[in-house]
């Protein structure tokens, strides 16, 4: 299971847990492009760092997909003018 997924259940499960908190942050702050203080990390048990980690790793890969997806549109877009 991606690790979006499981945060999502996490923070559903027990909203008011402060490690979902966090992760709750830390998602709102990769979404709207904002900062976020690392150093709140380290205030989470191993297992819920790992997982801020893996979304992390997910957000950044999806990142590039979703640049990749937009130059591939736009490449079509051009393709079809006119010469």
């Not at 490690?19 to 709207?32: D, G, H, M, N, Q």
């Not at 904002?34 to 980690?53: G, I």
Request: hydrophobic share 45%.
């Amino acid at each position: 299971m991606n690790a979006i997924k499981v945060a999502r259940r996490f923070i559903e499960t027990d909203p008011a847990n402060d490690a979902a908190k966090i992760l709750a942050r830390l998602v709102l702050a990769l979404e709207s492009e904002r900062s976020f203080e690392l150093v709140t990390l380290y205030e989470l048990d191993y297992k819920s760092f790992q997982l801020a980690m893996d979304i992390l790793k997910e957000w950044r890969l999806d990142r590039y997909y979703a640049s990749k997806s937009k130059l591939f549109d736009l490449s079509m877009q051009i393709s079809e003018m006119p010469n």
